[in-house]
């Protein structure tokens, strides 16, 4: 299930940190609805969150230290492979139509219009997308508990550590050994640093292929594809597939 939900904004000045943002609205929004009943579902410690998200500003300029949005409107996209997840984020959403959610910088949003989108199956074995938020691709290393981001400024390094970053996405998510075997191909693409919760993370945007099971295919589709998927990253438009 995919949806986009439009927002307005009190002023036109929006933080870079507006995914820490939405990550409270999410939460804000799921501890309403039905009394909390699904919050735990989602945002307990550790849980893994089948779904991914992504902002789309309008006519933004990005400034030194924050964003101009020229008509003080925004979307926010939510895509999920998983229907019951679906119609949790939906409805708690739309139980917030209208009320103004605070931000940084003397802002507020505040959701006006939200729809269900149409998606398509994916059934060939290599799909060319966009990314429609940036690709992350996160490897921990338990020895000094630290992260390590790759990107495509190391081709060679980004689709070994991508690769193994997908495999375990789709073995977590129940698929066997093979079919979770998904390479992953940068065509046109580009670093992006993206700062989040105070670090700078590095990144990639554009062009890629993506070649494995249709299955699997079809999956990181709605799931969107690599780390922190939930906060903003990962999400993509498939524009081919063969």
């Given at each position: 299930m995919k949806f986009v939900a439009d927002f307005i904004l009190k002023s036109e000045t929006?933080?870079?940190e507006w995914r820490k943002c939405i990550i409270s609205y999410m939460k804000k929004c799921l501890s309403e609805a039905n009394g909390g009943k699904y919050f735990d579902t989602y945002y307990s410690p550790g849980q893994?969150?089948?779904?991914?998200?992504?902002?789309n500003f309008s006519s933004p300029v990005y400034k030194k230290d924050k964003i101009v949005v020229d008509d003080k409107n925004f979307k926010l996209y939510v895509s999920t492979?998983?229907?019951?997840t679906g119609f949790v984020l939906f409805s708690s959403i739309v139980a917030q139509k209208?009320?103004?959610?605070p931000l940084p910088m003397e802002n507020s949003m505040a959701m006006i219009n939200i729809r269900q989108l149409p998606e398509k199956t994916i059934t060939g074995n290599r799909i060319l997308v966009k990314m429609q938020a940036p690709l992350c691709i996160r490897k921990?290393?338990?020895?000094t508990n630290k992260d390590w981001y790759y990107s495509v400024k190391n081709e060679d390094a980004f689709r070994i550590e991508a690769k193994n970053v997908i495999y375990e996405q789709l073995r977590a998510a129940g698929f066997s050994e093979s079919d979770s075997?998904?390479?992953i191909i940068p065509i046109n693409a580009k670093v992006a640093i993206i700062r989040h919760y105070g670090m700078k993370l590095e990144c990639s945007l554009g062009d890629f292929t993506l070649e494995g099971s249709p299955d699997a295919l079809?999956?990181?589709?709605?799931?969107?594809?690599?780390?922190r998927r939930s906060s903003g990253f990962g999400m993509f438009n498939v524009m081919a597939e063969e």
């Open positions: 929006v933080t870079y893994s969150k089948p779904f991914t998200l992504s902002v492979p998983d229907s019951k209208s009320k103004e959610f921990h290393y338990p020895d075997n998904v390479d079809d999956y990181l589709s709605k799931a969107g594809v690599g780390s």
